[in-house]
């Protein structure tokens, strides 16, 4: 992936980091052929796999560098936004002795690695996929190691592929520092000065949060984000919207969807996640308060409607504010009622969980007017870091008729169009989960009656392969 750097006041493009843990597999023979190859050796690649092993089927996962290298894409001060006791993949608990600490990625990628070494997994690394072709009875695969011929072929390289630039126009003058969030890993990388942080996600929030810690003027261009209650009544947040049943609620069963609403699936696939955890103290998470990152000093921004030079123009912030204001009291109020309703017939616990709570639910807040207009030069910023996400794109898949405009995959739940062609791990591809450590292999095991069909196996697990597969529903067969 290219890297923006930082270069004396200018911008460069370098390759990225491409060094891996592992020596690389052996090549593969120009005869392999296998039932199914998987291409990504990260949370949902690793869950798959061990499905795929306990039904017996032949199979093996191309990883291009090494287990888990995408966590390495991570700033220094990072850590999980999900506790650890919420880990979980395929037949895998978190059994550490850390259950409401928050991982760094040195440890994500050493837990996958040693779920993947304990299962005697069939990995690949350093095995990149350079092009996959439709072929008579499956798929042509070219590796960097050699061809491989496969019946089917599963997607699990998740969908941060490019980093995405702003969709506004774009054009910062040359004198000024732009750096990716892909790319950030502490304020020393950027020139002395205040930074500009664009994009109001989870990324955005923390690594605004990290600058500000550090002793940086922090401009920060919010997205419409609202902020949830990291940790509620003795409970993690997480551990209420699991057991409430939303966490893993499967995309064809919100609300909407059941209720017939149009655009309803298309909604609940783009559903952003709110902003649910920020850095914390001895590895534990904290809420993100906007409220809190104001009176911390962070000037915060509207959307970012354009950059020419050294000129940036943002919307009004005050009506998203008080939108974000709102939908967090509201998340609070849900949450709230979870545990009064769990609570209502067993003990509450005393605990000092009242200092998660963003301070926007309980200290009335009219937002300032903020700049619509920001001459960087003359505000003293000197960098960039856009936190705007990542483009999904597979370069080396080529075959028609599996994606749409917008590059997302087509077909139900991760079940293309094309037969034997299969997608996992993206978020909300099938749940809200997806994506997330905290997924079980759940998104596998509805994956495995698909995947049996499509190679005439349906009944060697005993299993009905009409029950547990991909939810088909009427109208809802493609991804928006």
Same mark, same amino acid.
């Given at each position: 992936?290219?890297?923006?750097?930082?270069?004396?006041?200018?911008?460069?493009?370098?390759?990225?980091?491409?060094?891996?843990?592992?020596?690389?597999?052996?090549?593969?023979?120009?005869?392999?052929?296998?039932?199914?190859?998987?291409?990504?050796?990260?949370?949902?690649?690793?869950?798959?796999?061990?499905?795929?092993?306990?039904?017996?089927?032949?199979?093996?996962?191309?990883?291009?560098?090494?287990?888990?290298?995408?966590?390495?894409?991570?700033?220094?001060?990072?850590?999980?936004?999900?506790?650890?006791?919420?880990?979980?993949?395929?037949?895998?608990?978190?059994?550490?002795?850390?259950?409401?600490?928050?991982?760094?990625?040195?440890?994500?990628?050493?837990?996958?690695?040693?779920?993947?070494?304990?299962?005697?997994?069939?990995?690949?690394?350093?095995?990149?996929?350079?092009?996959?072709?439709?072929?008579?009875?499956?798929?042509?695969?070219?590796?960097?190691?050699?061809?491989?011929?496969?019946?089917?072929?599963?997607?699990?390289?998740?969908?941060?592929?490019?980093?995405?630039?702003?969709?506004?126009?774009?054009?910062?003058?040359?004198?000024?520092?732009?750096?990716?969030?892909?790319?950030?890993?502490?304020?020393?990388?950027?020139?002395?000065?205040?930074?500009?942080?664009?994009?109001?996600?989870?990324?955005?929030?923390?690594?605004?949060?990290?600058?500000?810690?550090?002793?940086?003027?922090?401009?920060?261009?919010?997205?419409?984000?609202?902020?949830?209650?990291?940790?509620?009544?003795?409970?993690?947040?997480?551990?209420?919207?699991?057991?409430?049943?939303?966490?893993?609620?499967?995309?064809s069963e919100s609300a909407g969807v059941l209720a017939g609403e149009p655009d309803a699936l298309r909604k609940a696939r783009t559903a952003e996640f709110p902003l649910i955890s920020g850095k914390g103290r001895a590895g534990l998470g904290s809420s993100i308060s906007l409220l809190a990152m104001h009176r911390e000093g962070i000037t915060l921004l509207g959307?970012?409607?354009?950059?020419?030079?050294?000129?940036?123009?943002?919307?009004?912030? $005050? #009506?998203?504010? &008080? %939108?974000?204001?709102?939908?967090?009291?509201? +998340?609070?109020? @849900? =949450?709230?009622?979870?545990?009064?309703?769990?609570?209502?017939? $067993? #003990?509450?616990? &005393? %605990?000092?969980?009242?200092?998660?709570?963003? +301070?926007?639910? @309980? =200290?009335?807040?009219?937002?300032?007017?903020?700049?619509?207009?920001?001459?960087?030069?003359?505000?003293?910023?000197?960098?960039?870091?856009?936190?705007?996400?990542?483009?999904?794109?597979?370069?080396?898949?080529?075959?028609?008729?599996?994606?749409?405009?917008?590059?997302?995959?087509?077909?139900?739940?991760?079940?293309?169009?094309?037969?034997?062609?299969?997608?996992?791990?993206?978020?909300?591809?099938?749940?809200?989960?997806?994506?997330?450590?905290?997924?079980?292999?759940?998104?596998?095991?509805?994956?495995?009656?698909?995947?049996?069909?499509?190679?005439?196996?349906?009944?060697?697990?005993?299993?009905?392969?009409?029950?547990?597969?991909?939810r088909a529903r009427p109208g809802a067969t493609r991804n928006a």
């Open positions: 992936m290219p890297r923006i750097e930082a270069d004396h006041g200018r911008t460069r493009v370098t390759s990225a980091d491409t060094s891996v843990f592992a020596p690389p597999a052996p090549q593969p023979s120009s005869a392999d052929r296998l039932e199914v190859a998987i291409i990504g050796a990260g949370q949902a690649g690793l869950s798959l796999s061990a499905v795929l092993q306990e039904a017996g089927i032949q199979h093996r996962v191309l990883e291009a560098d090494t287990v888990g290298a995408s966590w390495r894409r991570r700033w220094d001060s990072f850590q999980t936004n999900t506790a650890n006791a919420t880990m979980a993949l395929h037949g895998h608990a978190y059994a550490g002795d850390d259950p409401e600490g928050f991982m760094a990625a040195p440890e994500v990628i050493q837990r996958l690695r040693d779920y993947a070494s304990e299962r005697s997994l069939p990995i690949h690394e350093g095995c990149a996929v350079l092009r996959v072709t439709p072929k008579a009875g499956g798929y042509a695969i070219e590796s960097s190691r050699g061809p491989i011929q496969a019946a089917a072929v599963v997607v699990a390289t998740g969908e941060y592929g490019r980093p995405r630039m702003p969709r506004v126009p774009f054009a910062p003058g040359p004198a000024l520092a732009v750096l990716h969030s892909s790319n950030y890993r502490n304020s020393q990388q950027l020139p002395d000065g205040a930074v500009l942080v664009i994009g109001g996600g989870q990324s955005g929030a923390q690594i605004a949060q990290d600058l500000r810690a550090s002793g940086r003027n922090v401009y920060w261009s919010l997205a419409e984000r609202h902020s949830h209650t990291r940790r509620l009544r003795g409970k993690d947040s997480m551990t209420w919207w699991d057991m409430a049943g939303r966490i893993h609620q499967h995309v959307r970012l409607q354009g950059f020419d030079a050294d000129i940036a123009r943002f919307a009004d912030v $005050r #009506p998203q504010l &008080r %939108t974000a204001v709102e939908s967090t009291r509201s +998340e609070y109020a @849900y =949450l709230d009622s979870l545990a009064s309703g769990y609570y209502a017939t $067993r #003990p509450e616990p &005393r %605990t000092d969980d009242a200092r998660y709570i963003p +301070e926007e639910v @309980y =200290l009335h807040w009219e937002p300032d007017a903020s700049p619509r207009e920001l001459d960087l030069n003359a505000a003293g910023i000197r960098s960039v870091v856009l936190a705007t996400g990542f483009v999904a794109e597979w370069p080396w898949l080529h075959v028609d008729g599996v994606l749409d405009e917008h590059g997302y995959p087509l077909g139900e739940f991760g079940v293309s169009p094309q037969p034997g062609l299969f997608f996992i791990g993206m978020h909300n591809l099938q749940r809200m989960s997806s994506s997330f450590l905290c997924n079980g292999g759940r998104d596998a095991r509805d994956l495995l009656p698909a995947i049996l069909r499509h190679l005439g196996r349906a009944g060697s697990t005993g299993s009905d392969p009409g029950q547990g597969s991909c």
